[in-house]
């Protein structure tokens, strides 16, 4: 092992270690830890699953050799508190780590603090702010879930290089190569649900599962007022293997009948959950849609940390102009296929001055073959 390393390169390693938890740690942040005792790294450790042991735990009951005296680089603030585990902060004390460097506070108010002090107060030495923005930036679901409650909402949208969704005539296989589209399956990984309008329902009997290797489904979510959801759909067919929700809005359903659907709004609900799905009521709104803060906070409570929002262009607009929305991720192909009437990602009313317009800040750019995706944070003062 090289010596001389700082605290960062060490820290580098451990959001290295931490990042392995992706898509199998939801609800909980993603955790990596590495111990070094005379410059070299005797053990290193992430928090892997759901339930499962922390980083630290993991890190140190797997050490080379005895960890007394060793430093411990974390990416999160160790907890103090029994949840599904022990609190880290023993096992730390317990092995006599001599100083831990910590990238991060955890904002868990059970957590929130205490930890640092808990250590200190067992005479461990403790520095924090070692790349901390990196390690915010990594639990950037977490930190945004923990403290309001409410899943963070990425945008997931993939248009032509003349901002086309689909060509006028509806066609849209495909916009983006395949390169792009796996990366959209690694999205669909990382998020716990998948958030879709009962138009993008109807026009495209979309799936919106997982197809990456080893991935897990996210919980999908429709958002249809009406209750318009066919029975037969691919999405209702498959609700009992992968947890579907729709949320609907009981004022709005009573106009219901006249769609000239022949059964009764009753008889529609029963076999939507004889078919497994979750019927979920929101209110709506004054102007009839769906309340989505509202929705927001139910499906925060139901332990939904974050949704990657995949429109279409009604739903994207309603998400963005109320606020919700915290991440862009926008494909963009290069083609053109013309048409004013062609859909564009975002419609809605608009807003009327440039200046107004939501801006994104640390902004990345990646390729996928000819493709390109841009993604940035939604700038939080507008
Ligand atoms: C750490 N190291 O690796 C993680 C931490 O239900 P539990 O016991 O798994 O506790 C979950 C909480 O613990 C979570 O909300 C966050 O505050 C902290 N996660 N802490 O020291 C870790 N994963
Ligand atoms: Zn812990």
Redesign the pocket.
């Known amino acids: 092992m090289r010596k001389n390393q700082t605290p960062e390169d060490y820290m580098r390693q451990a959001l290295q270690l931490a990042r392995k938890g992706e898509g199998k740690?939801s609800p909980?942040?993603m955790?990596g830890c590495v111990a070094v005792k005379d410059g070299a790294v005797i053990a290193a450790g992430c928090?892997e699953k759901y339930?499962g042991f922390?980083?630290?735990r993991n890190a140190l009951l797997n050490c080379k050799e005895d960890p007394e005296g060793a430093e411990l680089y974390v990416t999160?603030e160790?907890?103090c508190h029994y949840?599904?585990?022990p609190p880290?902060t023993e096992i730390i004390i317990e092995k006599k780590i001599k100083k831990v460097y910590v990238g991060c506070l955890?904002s868990?108010p059970k957590?929130a603090g205490n930890g640092v002090r808990i250590l200190r107060e067992h005479g461990i030495a403790v520095e924090t702010g070692i790349l901390e923005q990196e390690c915010r930036d990594l639990n950037e679901v977490f930190f945004h879930y923990m403290e309001t409650k409410t899943p963070f909402l990425a945008m997931k949208y993939a248009m032509t290089l003349d901002g086309k969704i689909a060509c006028e005539s509806g066609d849209s296989k495909w916009v983006t190569g395949e390169d792009s589209r796996n990366y959209v399956q690694r999205l669909r990984n990382r998020y716990r649900g998948i958030m879709a309008g009962i138009g993008t329902v109807l026009a495209d009997d979309p799936m919106l599962n997982c197809r990456m290797e080893g991935g897990r489904n996210p919980v999908r979510i429709i958002c249809d007022s009406r209750l318009r959801i066919p029975q037969g759909s691919q999405i209702v067919k498959t609700a009992s293997e992968i947890e579907t929700i729709v949320a609907w809005s009981p004022n709005r359903a009573l106009a219901w009948r006249e769609q000239g659907i022949d059964k009764t709004l009753e008889e529609k609900k029963q076999a939507l959950e004889r078919s497994g799905v979750i019927l979920l009521e929101v209110p709506p709104k004054e102007n009839g849609e769906l309340d989505l803060s509202h929705l927001l906070r139910q499906l925060g409570e139901r332990g939904v940390d974050s949704i990657l929002l995949e429109g279409g262009g009604t739903l994207n607009a309603s998400a963005l102009t109320e606020n919700l929305v915290q991440r862009v991720y926008a494909f963009i192909a290069p083609k053109l296929v013309a048409g004013a009437n062609a859909k564009s990602p975002i419609e809605g009313a608009g807003i009327p001055r440039m200046k107004d317009a939501v801006a994104l800040e640390d902004v990345e750019v990646m390729r996928f073959g000819d493709d390109i995706c841009m993604t940035g944070k939604v700038a939080k003062q507008r």
């Open positions: 740690v909980n942040p955790v928090h339930g922390h980083a630290e999160l160790p907890c949840g599904k585990t880290c955890d868990n957590v």
